[in-house]
């Protein structure tokens, strides 16, 4: 078995396609030198593939950690920075303190987030390997990152093809950046994925936003989308990699295309005319652009047998005054007007929202009448966050809200949250219908119906596959990659980590469920998840 971790694992068993190395491009290098591109290249070994690797000792291929965090749009970055590691000849280490060179994927969302990620960065910084730094953070505050280990190198979000190059370079004792936006579009690169039944696609990168409050902005820049065709490629090759479940995500899905002459719709239809049988679930989507759309969306919504009824719209507030503030480019009337549509169409369509709980200058007035949105809005999930000053966005120079009051306002924000969840879910009882599985939890399998409910199986369906392999001391061991295999040795075969929500990896090859569409009907529930039996 081999796997990584992040906050979740990652699972080794993807086949790659060619990736044509790189040149070091735009790379800065620390404390140093300034050395031409090429000369770095010349100072790079970089293995290859095939028949260099048939020949190469297994204990010199190197080794490499990699954990990540945030969103979904991190995660692919991961899975492709871990593929096109894995392709060019570097294998996965069982820790950090083993591993040739660690990377982390970084999120910069949030205070708390950053003060995680710092804390992170360090504990790598003292296994004392060399060390990249990745995702947002160092986009968005390199002055930060440097002060938390000034010897590791940094990529940003849109340099990620860059990673091999940049690994040997760190390896070989050079401290790099590379921080400029790469020519290459993050679409049908080799990676691993998170999982085996979930292929996370990155339709575009950046936004046309300008939230006063978001650091994502200034770490991601402006909307680039990738072509539809690039993008139908990459689904194809994941479902012949065994993928059922395509997430397509973006910082906005909403603006998808509209720097390069298209949209969101007709990126859909094109997903729609995939021969093969699996689900979509269309990530997050601002009002702004949604309400451009949403006839045509709401049609697909409501014929596609592909995809998931479940829409993700980032309210933040409820208070038009911040709104305004916020920048948002939508109006409170905009948000009802689209949730009365949608479900006017599709009237148990799962939502998802996020709100903001005290952005500067919010009043007890701001603040109710953003409980009085959630309320109309019903919304199945909603994402709730305290506001963060982060260092750059406009937000953090106006007037704070002060925490007691932010805490007290988040603590009835929740309340009313779970009492939404909780009697939404109660409608599913005694539901019945196919569910699409797509994880195991805590010994369970673990799926979503057409409407991405998420669904727990009380027994498996014939009540002896999970029980028999989770009691066994020696569960079989996974298959891998031909790749892998070739130069794996038994201490490898045999590596097992213990945390995260894959650490039961084993199992996801070896289970004949996982995938696959069960019938089922709920018989319980609570605000976080249906509890259900196999019909």
Not at 17 to 38: A, F, G, V, Y
Request: hydrophobic share 35%; proline share 4%; glycine share 6%.
């Amino acid at each position: 078995m081999n796997s990584i971790i992040t906050n979740r694992t990652i699972d080794g068993t993807s086949n790659f396609i060619s990736l044509k190395p790189q040149l070091i491009d735009h790379i800065k290098l620390l404390n140093r030198t300034k050395i031409p591109s090429e000369k770095i290249n010349r100072k790079i070994n970089v293995v290859g593939s095939g028949e260099e690797l048939k020949n190469y000792n297994y204990q010199q291929i190197p080794s490499f950690w990699i954990e990540g965090y945030g969103c979904s749009a991190n995660f692919a970055d991961l899975e492709m920075m871990a593929g096109q590691l894995k392709q060019r000849g570097f294998r996965l280490a069982e820790n950090p303190e083993n591993a040739c060179i660690n990377l982390i994927v970084t999120c910069s969302v949030k205070n708390s987030t950053e003060h995680k990620m710092i804390n992170r960065i360090k504990y790598l910084t003292n296994t004392n390997k060399p060390l990249i730094i990745a995702g947002c953070l160092p986009a968005a505050d390199e002055g930060l990152v440097r002060s938390a280990n000034s010897h590791a190198s940094i990529i940003g979000p849109n340099s990620i093809d860059k990673v091999v190059e940049v690994a040997h370079a760190t390896m070989g004792g050079q401290i790099v950046s590379v921080l400029e936006n790469s020519q290459i579009e993050k679409i049908n690169i080799p990676k691993l994925r998170i999982s085996p039944i979930i292929s996370i696609v990155e339709i575009s990168s950046g936004c046309l936003s300008e939230c006063t409050f978001c650091q994502t902005k200034l770490a991601k820049g402006d909307l680039r989308s990738y072509r539809i065709g690039e993008i139908v490629k990459q689904i194809r090759q994941d479902l012949i990699q065994g993928s059922k479940e395509i997430w397509l995500t973006s910082t906005d899905n909403g603006c998808y295309g509209l720097d390069i002459g298209t949209n969101l719709i007709n990126l859909l239809k094109s997903c729609e005319k995939i021969e093969q049988e699996f689900r979509i679930r269309l990530g997050m989507m601002n009002p702004m652009y949604l309400n451009r759309m949403l006839n045509d969306l709401s049609m697909l919504y409501s014929e596609s047998n592909k995809l998931f009824k479940f829409i993700h719209i980032p309210i933040q507030s409820g208070s038009e005054r911040v709104l305004r503030k916020m920048k948002r480019g939508h109006t409170v009337n905009t948000v009802k007007d689209l949730v009365t549509r949608l479900k006017d169409k599709i009237p148990e369509i799962t939502i998802a929202t996020d709100i903001i709980t005290g952005f500067p200058t919010e009043t007890n007035e701001d603040f109710e009448q953003t409980l009085d949105l959630i309320s109309f809005i019903d919304p199945d999930i909603v994402n709730s966050s305290k506001f963060s000053s982060r260092p750059g966005t406009a937000a953090s120079k106006l007037m704070k809200v002060n925490d007691d009051i932010i805490s007290s306002r988040s603590e009835r924000l929740h309340k009313l949250i779970k009492a939404i969840a909780k009697r939404r879910n109660s409608k599913w009882i005694n539901w019945e219908g196919e569910i699409l599985i797509n994880e195991i939890e805590n010994g369970k399998l673990k799926g979503r119906n057409d409407f991405y409910k998420s669904i727990i199986l009380d027994r498996d369906p014939d009540e002896s596959f999970l029980k028999s392999t989770t009691q066994t001391k020696n569960p079989p061991q996974r298959p891998d990659s031909k790749l892998y295999h070739k130069y794996t040795d038994q201490k490898e075969e045999n590596m097992v980590i213990d945390t995260g929500p894959y650490k039961n990896s084993t199992l996801y090859l070896e289970n004949p469920y996982l995938g696959k569409r069960i019938r089922a009907r709920v018989v319980s529930y609570s605000n976080h998840v249906l509890n259900a039996v196999p019909i």
